[in-house]
């Protein structure tokens, strides 16, 4: 979400740049996409940043997991050592694989 205003103009910014001078305070750029008009803003502005929820991500990748095949290509894996937790290892390593590849 990009809000200005109280308005939400996140369909009308194609890019945004930020940038920051050590000592001053950031300056944010919203450029707009060809045709959006009808707003503007200049002045002082509280900018807040927020990592993107990737949750679902996960679950979608996890759920897209075929179990079966899961466990015959850990199994299969050579780097399993009888230690404690090489199953889970195992798991964490193809899923990993798997996650690389996707």
């Not at 109280?6 to 000592?23: F, I, M, N, S």
């Not at 002082?44 to 179990?67: G, K, Q, S």
């Not at 199994?75 to 690389?100: N, S």
Request: net charge negative; hydrophobic share 50%.
């Amino acid at each position: 979400m990009i809000e200005v205003c109280g308005l939400d103009v996140a369909p009308a910014v194609e890019v945004y740049r930020v940038t920051q001078v050590p000592g001053e305070a950031p300056e944010v750029t919203l450029f707009l996409s060809p045709g959006w008009e009808g707003f503007g803003f200049d002045g002082l502005a509280e900018v807040m940043a927020e990592p993107a929820n990737l949750r679902h991500v996960v679950v979608d990748f996890l759920n897209a997991v075929d179990a079966q095949k899961l466990d015959e290509a850990m199994f299969a894996r050579d780097d399993l050592d009888g230690r404690p937790g090489e199953l889970t290892r195992g798991l964490l390593a193809q899923l990993r694989e798997w996650a690389v590849g996707a």
